[in-house]
Each structure stands twice: as structure tokens, then as C-alpha cells.
């Protein structure tokens, strides 16, 4: 599993598919990290990025081999899907590495260091926060790449519209979430964050157990 996900992270990074979204994620923690506010408003805000731009690096790992390729990758290690397992994990190990990096600068550049709603309550609600995006991401990846959705021109319309359809809609469960995690003047907003936190997990693993199923059976 680490030498496929190894190979799964050369070729995104030499391939420079995993770029733009990195860049873009980086240049959205410069920008609102700059002002210098609450931690939890400007991670929050980066967390929110974070879901489109996992969903980008998870279909673009997912894409960047053409379908000999993947054959070749998934009858050398044994299985396909083991080898689809050690893409997302790859594409969801990278967003947990951006998100250690917007929560450390949100952390850093908030002028009380988090210290106004507690540093430990403001950095496990980031990490929370920051998680559920990271895994929605590759789990809604999953479900739009390929063979699901065979084009990539439908497959990346498909991505974009249901990211912004889950960030649009007041009562997601990310949007929950993040709404209970940064009520003002609350200090223990965890009996809020958590049905709806438990419910966005339920339903990533959910998706990507169907998802990986439907994969076997119509994998190369």
C-alpha cells in the first residue's frame, strides 16, 4: 500500500496535476490569514476551500493514469480496488497535510492565538472542521471520476456543481457544523457539531463503500 501510494503521489506531483489545486488552496490561506482575525472565522473559511480543492487533487489522481495504465497498477499489486483504496488515501493524506497547514496559520496569525474561545477548543473545532471537508472532498472525487462518470468534461461539471451545492445549502451538514463550531460567545458547541458531524461521516462512508463497490464491478 505505501509503494502504490507512493507512485499515486509521484506521478500527480511530476504530472503537476496536483498544483493548481494546491497553489489556489495556498493562495486562499495567504489571503484571509492576512487579516489577521479570529482563528476560527479564517480556518473556517479555509476549510470550506478545502472541500472543492480535495475533490480536484482526489479526481485528479484519480485521472491521471489512462485505463491500461490502471490495469497494469491494480493487477501488479493483487487487486484494483486495492490499488483505487491507496489513491484516496494518497489524495486524502495530501488535504490533511493542507489542512495542518491553514490551521497552524490560523492559529498563528490570530492576534490572541486562539486564546479567545480557549486554543484547545478553537484547535480541535479546526481539526474537526478541516477533517470532514478533507474526507467529503474525497469521497464526492470518488464519485464523480471515472468509470462512474466516464467523461471528464461531465465528471469535473458534476464535481463543481455538487460542491457548491453542498457548501449553498443553510442546513448541509458541513454548513451545521461549522455554524455550531463558530457560535460567538459558545464554549462548548460540541453537543451541536457532533450529530451533524457523525451524519457527514456516515454518508462519506456510505458514498465511498457504494462507490468503491460499483468500481469493482466495473473496473478494467
Known sequence: MIALARYVLARCLVSQRWVPPIVLFAL?????????????????????????ATTWVTISALHVDDVSQITIVGVSHGSMVRARIATLLTSFGCACFLAVLSVASAIATDPAHGAAGGIGRSLA??????????????????????????RAGLSWTLAVGLTVGLIAIPKSPLILVLAALSGAGRSAPWSEALPPAGLLVVGDVLLLGLTLWAYRRRSP
Open 28 to 52: 486562499t490561506i495567504g489571503v484571509f490569514s492576512s487579516a489577521g482575525g479570529d482563528a476560527i472565522g479564517t480556518g473556517s473559511i479555509a476549510a470550506l476551500i478545502l472541500f472543492p
Open 125 to 150: 473545532g479546526l481539526l474537526l472542521i478541516n477533517g470532514l471537508s478533507a474526507l467529503s472532498g474525497v469521497a464526492l472525487g470518488q464519485a464523480c471520476a471515472r468509470p462512474m462518470i466516464p
